[in-house]
């Protein structure tokens, strides 16, 4: 009996299956409370140090029940093997360990169409690592990417199996919670780069300011982008509505709160000027608008396909706390009492996305890894 690969995908396609078998996660009881694999329904899974194991074979062995699938993650793939091989030497059957390891689940972009018009698709590429969205909207030979992550690779193949080139791609702002793809699709293809300036003054690449109210459109036909400045989260922070249906909010609007005001620093600053956009433009969009947020904190914040949208209305229900405040002091008194540390690494993240700071492939995986810290509260 052997211990048996099994990838990223294979364990995302297992959870939305809802295929049984008990996950073992043998990273460190740090790296494991930092971060862990997340599904859309429940699953069984366990932690138990792959040190222990080392240290403490047969106790470790013991905390593993018998007569199930097991699947074994760490942090860098041969922890992971090393387990399963001690787990079929003790009678354990059908083990598998993945590939890479929890970077490859961190990575990971999961592809679901969000809808499809006369002459265009519309998709959400979900992350589950990083509870994080991009989107991709499709016309002829054509694709836009709003918010890429860094794994290009992915965007390249979908782009591939649909026959289509990436052309442009959209930052809603400069992200300080992953990194982003843009500027290496930009190496790589030639992209377009579409950015608010008050937030990439400065980049070390070359990029095409958008503005409030412009409108960008496919080489031949399809939806029209329109841009609306929504700053807040950050002073350049903006959203983009495509075919006046669809609004792709990145950290303006999630589903269950809205982004955070306080990154960078500023936080009654940003946050009279996140009061000012929920007032003047976000409530006074059309309540039918499909919201497409740039991150989500759980699962159940996906509809029965298994894709985060909303229209409006019902997250200006979900949200009443939030968006029945009409007094300024109040709103601020509403962020400050919801404000937490952000990740060290964010500063740096900033400062990548700006094209300033170079890190190598490991170091930006590091970095990259573990849930978002965008949202303004946090529900219970």
């Excluded at 990223?8 to 930092?34: I, M, P, Y």
């Excluded at 990971?108 to 018009?117: D, E, M, N, T, Y």
């Excluded at 992350?127 to 991709?136: I, L, V």
């Amino acid at each position: 009996m052997s211990v048996q690969p099994f990838t990223a995908q294979d364990l995302f396609e297992w959870l939305v299956s809802k295929e049984t078998f008990l996950l073992l996660d043998v990273r460190n009881d740090e790296e494991f409370g930092r971060f862990k694999v997340e599904g859309p329904y429940p699953f069984e899974m366990i932690n138990v140090p792959y040190m222990e194991f080392i240290e403490h074979e047969e106790e470790s062995v013991a905390k593993v029940p018998k007569g199930k699938k097991l699947r074994i993650v760490c942090a860098k793939e041969g922890s992971s093997k090393y387990v399963g091989e001690i787990l079929v030497n003790h009678g354990h059957t059908d083990v598998a360990h993945m590939l890479v390891g929890i970077k490859d689940w961190g990575n990971l972009l999961a592809p679901v169409r969000v809808a499809a018009g006369d002459d265009y698709e519309l998709y959400q590429f979900r992350r589950p690592g990083k509870a994080s969205c991009s989107y991709g909207l499709l016309c002829n030979k054509e694709m836009m990417l709003f918010d890429p992550a860094k794994n290009i690779a992915a965007y390249q193949a979908f782009a591939d199996e649909k026959g289509c080139t990436v052309t442009r791609t959209f930052e809603t702002h400069r992200q300080a919670d992953y990194i982003s793809g843009s500027p290496m699709l930009q190496q790589a293809l030639g992209t377009e780069i579409l950015v608010p300036a008050a937030d990439f003054q400065g980049a070390a690449f070359d990029y095409t300011p958008v503005n409030d109210n412009d409108r960008f459109n496919f080489t031949h036909g399809g939806p029209t982008v329109k841009v609306m400045h929504t700053p807040g989260h950050t002073p350049g922070s903006t959203s983009y509505l495509i075919d006046d249906k669809f609004i792709v909010a990145g950290d303006m609007i999630f589903i269950f709160s809205m982004g955070r005001p306080d990154l960078g620093g500023m936080a009654k600053a940003w946050s009279r000027m996140l009061f000012q956009t929920m007032t003047e433009k976000i409530l006074a969009l059309d309540d039918s608008m499909l919201v497409l947020p740039g991150h989500y904190m759980d699962w159940k914040e996906a509809n029965q396909d298994l894709v985060f949208t909303e229209t409006l209305g019902k997250i200006k229900e979900i949200n009443a706390a939030i968006y029945g405040i009409t007094d300024e002091s109040v709103f601020y008194d509403f962020i400050q009492s919801n404000m937490r540390p952000q990740p060290e690494e964010y500063a740096k993240i900033r400062e990548i996305n700006a094209g300033l700071v170079q890190v190598d492939a490991e170091e930006a995986d590091i970095m990259d890894l573990g849930k978002n810290e965008c949202a303004a509260s946090m529900h219970a």
